[in-house]
């Protein structure tokens, strides 16, 4: 509820071992805004997130579908993620800054559609990673002032992929 959404980017690179599981290496990174009322102000700031992630795909068989589906590939998706969580709020409260990381289990799942000849493909990935920082379920006090809120979640990721193969 303190953080608001906002826009990631990242890379991805897949390697194959053969038709049905495949090694992702992932980076992504984004801003997000960071808002936490106190009693006599609203404090507005920023979340810098940075998540570096392993996965294991494994890719559905659809051999066996019709086949205008026969060309989609779904696939599922587990791994590590390691968070690096970075928070700024503005000068009025002594310009607050903190730094953290902690790491995650990463669960998901996907879709490719190929585009020219198998050169390109289209898909979207939507992950969610179970993570537990340090301050997790523990009030948030800004300097003598105890806010009342404690932060708990999970990030998601819904990922537009336009991939290129090699």
């Given amino acids: 509820s303190i953080y608001g959404g906002g826009t990631n980017f990242g890379l991805f690179l897949s390697y194959f071992f053969d038709l049905r599981f495949a090694l992702q290496f992932g980076f992504s990174t ?3 805004a960071l808002t936490i009322p106190m009693s006599t102000q609203t404090l507005q700031g920023n979340l810098g997130l940075t998540d570096i992630t ?13 086949k205008g589906l026969g060309k989609l ?13 970075t ?18 289990l990463t669960l998901g799942a996907g879709l490719e559609i190929p585009a020219m ?8 990935q939507l992950s969610y990673t179970f993570v537990n920082f340090a301050d997790e ?5 800004i ?6 809120i404690i932060p708990g979640g999970d990030p998601y990721l819904l990922n537009f992929i336009l991939g290129v193969n090699f």
Avoid at 143 to 148: F, H, I, L, V
């Fill in 30 to 32: 984004g801003d997000h």
């Fill in 54 to 66: 392993l996965n294991l795909k494994y890719y559905l068989n659809t051999q066996n579908v019709t």
């Fill in 73 to 85: 590939n779904p696939y599922f998706l587990v791994g590590m993620s390691q968070i690096q969580r």
């Fill in 87 to 104: 928070i700024t709020l503005p000068s009025t409260s002594g310009g607050v800054y903190g730094k953290d990381s902690s790491n995650g």
């Fill in 117 to 124: 000849r198998n050169k390109m493909y289209y898909g979207f």
């Fill in 137 to 141: 379920n523990t009030q948030i006090v």
């Fill in 143 to 148: 300097g003598t002032e105890q806010t009342g």
